[in-house]
């Protein structure tokens, strides 16, 4: 998944944390060795290589991911998409001067059209793909980690651990119960140029999405180029979820503060969204009285 995940493990012994955090380790090689294209016999890459006519029975977590992968495109009209491998692999030849510049251009073109071509239809009742036109590659790396956290929550569940945090770099983070008897939420600070929020949060998955390492290059599925415009410099999405929240906050970061207000209130898997807009930090769907302590930064 080509980041660290780190496990924070409250309120038990260390002999039975280390137990637990080896098996979150174990599980997530082998999400890793599922949900990686990059992986030849992973069921991800046996899925872009199926031609027409073709099915693969899937592993549970594959199904899962997928269809969530699904509703998530469907939400944000399709500024998430997870079939966009094609155009990566024509990015990276591109930064890395493999391709020039019109390379990449009639790259990019003709993968889009064979993109909109093509058609995958998943079983929504059985974990099925079955492939009616290929020319769509997919790749996870958009929600793959949010996935993966919640997979590890689900494992923690079953060992009756119920206060940790797991995080996937810097991009996401699952908060569950509270890090010790004398506090009722884990502290965690979101800042932009001018503001600084310290979050009081339990049972939460927060993602976050920017600029700040790529600049204003944004890849926009809907058109298949690096042309997206945001207005944002830092995006946060919160949800029970952690999938979701991955995510979305990528999906989101091409929409207006009106299209995410609209999606914020429409929809039960986001809990609240926050973005930095002109060194100053907006919250969508949380109130101030959530809000453990603002301050200004001074830069």
Known sequence: MATRFQLTIAAESEDYATGAADRCFARLDYLEQTLSRFIPDSEISRINRLNAGQELLLERETWEVLRQAIEVQAWTGGTFDVGVAEHVDIFRAGKQGILNAYEVERGLTQTQATKAAASLYIDPEYPRLYCVQPGMR???????????????????????????????????????????????????????????HLLKLTDIAVSASGTFHQGHHIFDPRTGRNSGVSQYDRLWVASPIAAYSDALSTGLFLLTPTEIAKLVHQLAEISWVAYSLAGKLTFVGIDDVSLDQKSKTEL
């Open 138 to 196: 997919f790749d996870l790396g958009g929600i793959g980690k949010g996935y993966a956290l919640d997979q590890l929550g689900k494992l923690l569940a079953e060992m009756e651990i119920n206060n940790y945090t797991i995080s996937a770099g810097d991009s996401t983070l699952l908060i569950r119960g509270v890090p010790n008897p004398e506090r009722s939420n884990w502290h965690f600070t979101i800042a932009s140029a001018q503001d600084k």
